[in-house]
């Protein structure tokens, strides 16, 4: 077991990683309210996407990828993926016991709180969508709420998102093809339960606004992810009260192609490396 390293630990960095670019749409909320903390990014995006493979490569890939993030000091982590959140967070958790970790889920329950129509249209990747504990939790839910979730997997949408193609008329089609069913089966909400959709929002709420009947609320939970790790970091004794922040990131393909997301997404312009995380 690898322990963190800082010589005053509310100065050390805190951790995010993703399969690849998703994470930055959970890091962009996590910038704007904890503006103090120096952050480190990881995106294995040589190994995106995360959601086809096999629970058991998720996990084992996700442990190595929490082990290079806490060897680099990290007093915290961000499991900003719903795909390693939901297959990995367990072990992740029984490795590093008692270091503060946050992971993201699909936003069931408040899917289910603002829906009107009690149909909730989940669009999240295939293994997320096929976890025990995501399934444990629909089932909690809608028995405590009468909600009926629409699951959908978007295969092949994480992928168009690595590749920066956000309004390319194939992204706008695939979309269009895992949208339109759960506006026709009269879903009013739509949970975007993988961290990569955020950013093909604005292409969501158009096929919405041609397709469906009614108003859609869209519910992505990078907010609230922040809001959790700022009360993690509180209850700890962690939080970084002032100071100015930096910011860095990782990854396992390109480092001008993590720069060119950084930038094109966020506006942001860390400085970027490539390593190898095996
Ligand atoms: N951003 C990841 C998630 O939230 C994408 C997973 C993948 O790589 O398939 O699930």
């Keep these: 077991m690898t322990q963190p390293v800082a010589n005053a630990p509310f100065d050390a960095p805190i951790g995010i990683f993703d399969s690849g670019v998703g994470g930055l749409s959970v890091l962009r909320h996590i910038h704007a309210q904890l503006p103090h903390e120096h952050l480190l990014y990881f995106a294995d995006s040589g190994f995106a996407p995360y959601g086809d493979r096999s629970e058991e490569w998720v996990i084992a890939r996700s442990l190595a990828v929490v082990r290079f993030l806490f060897e680099q000091g990290a007093k915290a982590l961000v499991v900003a993926c719903n795909t390693a959140t939901v297959a990995a967070i367990k072990a992740i958790r029984a490795e590093w016991p008692g270091m503060p970790i946050v992971g993201v889920e699909p936003g069931l329950k408040p899917g289910a709180a603002v829906s009107q129509s009690g149909k909730v249209g989940v669009l999240a990747t295939d293994r997320t969508l096929r976890g025990e504990k995501l399934l444990q939790l629909r089932d909690q839910i809608a028995a405590a709420t009468g909600a009926q979730f629409l699951l959908q997997p978007c295969i092949g949408l994480v992928d168009q998102i690595e590749l920066g193609e956000l309004g390319a008329e194939a992204t706008v089609a695939m979309l269009e093809k895992y949208v339109v069913p759960l506006l026709e089966q009269g879903a009013d909400t739509l949970v975007l339960g993988c961290t990569h959709y955020p950013f093909v929002e604005d292409a969501i709420r158009r096929i919405v606004a041609t397709h469906a009947s009614g108003p859609v609320t869209l519910v992505d939970t990078g907010d609230a992810v922040a809001r959790q790790l700022a009360r993690l970091l509180e209850g700890a004794g962690l939080l970084r009260p002032a100071g100015v922040a930096h910011l860095?990131?990782?990854?396992?393909?390109?480092?001008?192609?993590?720069?060119?997301?950084?930038?094109?997404?966020?506006?942001?312009?860390?400085?970027?490396?490539?390593?190898?995380?095996?």
């Design 248 to 278: 860095r990131g990782y990854t396992t393909a390109d480092a001008a192609v993590l720069a060119a997301a950084f930038q094109g997404l966020l506006g942001l312009a860390p400085h970027v490396e490539a390593v190898e995380v095996a």
